[in-house]
């Protein structure tokens, strides 16, 4: 695994511990605790950003902010789980997928390589 490989997980478990916050943000100084989370997310972001293509980057980040959200919302703030949620995660988890398998077709006909 490339290294920018553990900004990305950095950066997306990052964004779901500020998301948490902000349900749970009650008191003024909870914000003192969110706010470096955020910057602290936005910086491992940026340094996935580096090394990796960043529609690649985005799409993960966005895909595991989405679906960490959603069973953040089932789990712990006791939401439906619905059909329709699972077959919507479905499609973000494929189309990011898709996304990195067609990046790394893009990088290997840039280098020469045969996939």
Same mark, same amino acid.
């Given at each position: ?15 779901? !511990?500020?998301?948490? &916050? ?28 580096? &090394?990796?293509? *960043? ?5 993960? !980040? ?15 703030? &006791?939401?439906? !789980? ?5 077959? !919507? ?16 077709? *893009?990088? &290997?006909?840039? *280098?020469?390589?045969?996939?």
């Amino acid at each position: 695994m490339n290294k920018y490989w553990i900004y990305v997980i950095l950066t997306s478990l990052f964004e779901l !511990f500020w998301i948490f &916050g902000f349900n749970i943000a009650e008191q003024w100084w909870h914000w003192t605790v969110i706010i470096p989370v955020i910057i602290l997310d936005f910086w491992f972001l940026s340094k996935a950003c580096e &090394g990796l293509p *960043t529609g690649t980057v985005y799409a993960v !980040f966005a895909a595991a902010g989405t679906v960490g959200t959603a069973l953040m919302d089932v789990y712990i703030f &006791g939401q439906d !789980f619905t059909f329709s949620k699972i077959i !919507f995660i479905g499609v973000i988890v494929i189309g990011v997928i898709s996304l990195n398998i067609s990046d790394n077709r *893009t990088a &290997g006909k840039q *280098t020469g390589e045969v996939y």
